[in-house]
């Protein structure tokens, strides 16, 4: 079933507070068919969780504490970690880049 925006937005939120609760959140990236309006049932909802916390550490440590956070809230969010160093100089991950000219972005994780 397709979740209407509000819904997504509410999922989103409960996931960022989530993991404010023990990282730092900078911002969180919302792309995808669900950014693009056209999500279809089965679609997931596409993030990018920027944070300092990302800086150190593994890749794919990062992913799977991401999924384990996100699984709590719901089995729809598919996080992808990145570093604000990332974000301000996409030419590091040039898919972030990509993603980041389309995203619609949160910022109520400053909060």
Known sequence: ???KAEEVD???KSFAE???KEIPVQKIYLFGSYATGNPE???DIDLIVV???FA???HISHMQYLFRKASKISTLIEPIPATPSEVKNPDKRVFIGQIIKTAKSYNFALK
């Open 1 to 3: 079933m397709v979740k």
């Open 10 to 12: 509410s999922l989103i």
């Open 18 to 20: 989530e993991l404010k």
């Open 41 to 43: 049932p089965g679609s």
């Open 51 to 53: 944070s300092s916390f």
């Open 56 to 58: 150190k550490g593994r």
